[in-house]
Nanobody, 121 residues
Framework: QVELVESGGGSVQAGGSLTLSCVASGYTASSFCLGWYRQAPGEEREAVAIIDNDGSPSYADSAKGRFTISKDNANDILYLQMNSLKPEDTAIYSC???????????????WGQGTQVTVSS
């Protein structure tokens, strides 16, 4: 049974940093494209960043220059380092495996439950 469990969310002030982690079990993380997605209240879910099987990342425009996605294949852990956080980054952040490795893909093999990130001004 595949399971993704996120952690590392919290409350920070604008300009602060957080690192999210997503631990995978039941499958081999290196075998799938993985990504971070977020959903703010009243908004649609959006991609933040994805990373392919070879470790090549792609970012949404909102994340470029501030967020870094990475993965530890040996331990099946996906990370999202978030710097220079803004209030508009406030959302529930989830990790997921999209069915194709693109930030525009909206179908997924599996999802995590998510972790709340709150950025205050």
């Amino acid at each position: 049974q595949v399971e993704l469990v996120e952690s590392g969310g919290g409350s920070v002030q604008a300009g602060g940093s957080l690192t999210l982690s997503c631990v995978a079990s039941g499958y081999t993380a290196s075998s799938f494209c993985l990504g971070w997605y977020r959903q703010a209240p009243g908004e649609e879910r959006e991609a933040v960043a994805i990373i392919d099987n070879d470790g090549s990342p792609s970012y949404a425009d909102s994340a470029k220059g501030r967020f870094t996605i990475s993965k530890d294949n040996a331990n099946d852990i996906l990370y999202l380092q978030m710097n220079s956080l803004k209030p508009e980054d406030t959302a529930i952040y989830s990790c997921a495996a999209p069915t194709a490795c693109s930030v525009v893909v909206r179908t997924f093999f599996f999802w995590g439950q998510g972790t709340q990130v709150t950025v205050s001004s």
